[in-house]
């Protein structure tokens, strides 16, 4: 099952514009982390936020966190062609004991930004 | 650093046959994972494992048998493939506390 589920599923925009994906989730969470995957790559990993975390910065990239609607969204600012890839949030459930840490991932957000 | 090696990095398989995909870190990291990727499914755990010898399955363990004899590999078994085994592998690893994932750069696997 998904815990996460990214909003939109595809945005296209222009360079030097603003992109913003949403991420919902269902369970309590330890942390919330963003990746992102360029076609036919691996996974890279962008940002991490804790559940006592409101926002963190990381470059261009700003993240919040709001655990009452169990929600995040990652901004890109300033676009680039470059950060035309697919975009994953994914979580870390509470620990209960068993959950190692594991990251359950949402579907992602294909990002296209046109030069 | 190298970080996580997956190899192979492509392979086609007939129904039925058998193969093991290899993950290696050189980063001394305690944790390692193996997912699968399928267009719209987002990653699905397969199996983890949180130290050397020591394996749990994840959400979709049919089908795959893992081992972890050393702490820098994990090895991703398919004793009997099928066609649903199809899918793009991901090895992960990470270090103890809140850290993210370091992935490799995937297994391309085709069953015919």
């Known amino acids: 099952s998904q815990q996460g589920e990214e909003d939109p599923q595809a945005l296209s925009i222009q360079e030097g514009e603003n992109a913003t994906m949403n991420c919902s989730y269902k369970?309590?969470?330890?942390?919330l982390q963003w990746y992102r995957q360029n076609s036919g790559r691996g996974l890279v990993h962008l940002i991490l936020i804790r559940s006592n975390e409101r926002e963190k910065h990381s470059g261009r990239l700003r993240v919040t966190l709001d655990t009452s609607k169990k929600s995040s969204s990652l901004l890109i600012t300033a676009s680039r062609a470059a950060d035309t890839a697919s975009y994953f949030c994914?979580?870390?459930?509470?620990?209960?004991?068993?959950?190692?840490?594991?990251?359950?991932f949402g579907q992602g957000t294909i990002l296209t930004v046109h030069p | 650093n190298a970080g996580v090696t997956q190899t192979p990095k492509f392979r086609v398989l007939k129904t039925g046959q058998s193969m093991t995909l290899l993950c290696a870190q050189d980063m001394n990291h305690e944790y390692m994972y193996w997912y699968r990727q399928d267009p719209g499914m987002g990653l699905r755990l397969i199996h983890y494992?949180?130290?050397?010898?020591?394996?749990a399955k994840g959400e979709v363990p049919d089908g795959y048998n893992v081992s972890r004899l050393k702490k820098q590999n994990f090895l991703l078994g398919l004793e009997s493939a099928a066609p649903s085994q199809t899918s793009v592998y991901f090895c992960?690893?990470?270090?103890?506390?809140?850290?993210?994932?370091?992935f490799g750069s995937g297994t391309r696997l085709t069953v015919v």
């Open positions: 369970t309590s969470i330890n942390n």
């Open positions: 994914a979580t870390v459930t509470k620990a209960g004991g068993t959950s190692y840490g594991k990251l359950t």
């Open positions: 992960a690893s990470r270090k103890d506390g809140d850290y993210g994932y370091t």
């Open positions: 494992s949180v130290g050397e010898g020591t394996t």
